[in-house]
Nanobody, 124 residues
């Protein structure tokens, strides 16, 4: 059974940093793209960052470019999201996802597996 489990969320003040982790189990995803999304109350799930299977390619949404960094450790079957210079508008539930295909795509509908999410709250 495939599971993605996010961790690392919490309450932080604006300007601070958090590092999210997403550990996969049940199968390896070394050959597949993984991504981070977030969903704020009343809003649609939004793509933040994606990384190729090898980790050699990354892609970011404009809203987080320069502040967030995605990385992965295939030996641990884990993907990370380093979030710096956090803002109150970054408050949301953060989800990781895996797409059983090549290439990084921002459309959430093409992702096959999702984690349950971790809450990130940024106070002003």
């Amino acid at each position: 059974q495939v599971q993605l489990v996010e961790s690392g969320g919490g309450l932080v003040q604006a300007g601070n940093s958090l590092r999210l982790s997403c550990a996969a189990s049940g199968r390896t995803f070394n050959n597949y793209a993984m991504a981070w999304f977030r969903q704020a109350p009343g809003k649609e799930r939004a793509f933040l960052a994606g990384i190729s299977g090898s980790g050699g390619s990354t892609y970011y949404a404009d809203s987080v470019k320069g502040r967030f960094t995605i990385s992965r450790d295939n030996a641990l079957n884990t993907v990370y999201l380093q979030m710096n210079s956090l803002k109150p508008e970054d408050t949301a539930i953060y989800h990781c996802a895996v797409r059983l295909g090549l290439g990084i795509i921002s459309n959430p509908s093409v992702y096959n597996y999702w984690g349950q999410g971790t809450q990130v709250t940024v106070s002003s």
